[in-house]
């Protein structure tokens, strides 16, 4: 039987790490920073805020979350 995972804190490291990454994009759009450099730390920020709410979506036991 697969071990359920436990729920996030707040404080998590995963969670830090996805808002450090909102941090940056933001500071790249506000600086005007080529749009090749936004678009790639948006993307980097969207996958680290998607990748804490597939594993607390798991841990709470809802949805149909896949691992990749």
């Given at each position: ?26 500071e790249a759009q506000d ?8 678009e790639r730390l948006r ?26």
């Open positions: 039987m697969p071990k359920i995972p436990e729920i996030l804190p707040p404080d998590h490291p995963a969670y830090t790490e996805a808002v450090e990454a909102m941090r940056r994009y933001h600086t005007g920073a080529p749009a090749v450099e936004v993307l980097i920020a969207e996958g680290l805020f998607q990748s804490v709410t597939d594993y607390q979506m798991k841990a709470f036991g809802i949805g149909d979350v896949t691992n990749h």
